[in-house]
């Protein structure tokens, strides 16, 4: 299991290379990821994505659209098997919240972002 400043390291540093690759080494094939942001790219109001091909769709959509994306970590948050990441976000230019839960082989499994 990744410790959660490791993980959040790695996972801000995949998002500012803009490199969708290695910020989806991070998920598992089965992953649930909701956000409110979700729902004004792929159309479907619960703001879910199912699955690691259609959370590939979203993120190369979004990254697509907001080439300049930046984020800055804030700070990290340990849970049992899961972690919180609190960062800023230069689309939004808003703090945001992102709790990722991991199965037993380290992957995040479900996910859920919050925004301020």
């Known amino acids: 299991m990744p410790t959660g400043e490791a993980f959040a390291r790695a996972w801000i540093e995949a998002w500012n290379r803009h490199d969708l690759e290695a910020i989806l080494s991070h998920y598992a094939e089965d992953v649930v990821f909701t956000s409110p942001a979700a729902a004004k790219i792929t159309g479907d109001a619960s703001g879910r994505v199912a699955g690691k091909a259609a959370l ?61």
């Not at 993120?59 to 340990?78: K, M, N, Q, Y």
């Not at 960062?87 to 945001?96: C, D, G, I, P, Q």
């Open 56 to 116: 590939a769709a979203y993120w190369g959509e979004a990254l697509r659209r907001i080439p300049d994306l930046h984020f800055t970590l804030r700070s990290v948050l340990a849970g049992v098997d899961s972690v919180a990441i609190r960062y800023h976000s230069s689309r939004t230019e808003a703090e945001v919240v992102e709790v990722v839960c991991f199965g037993a082989d380290g992957l995040v499994v479900e996910a859920f972002a919050y925004y301020e």
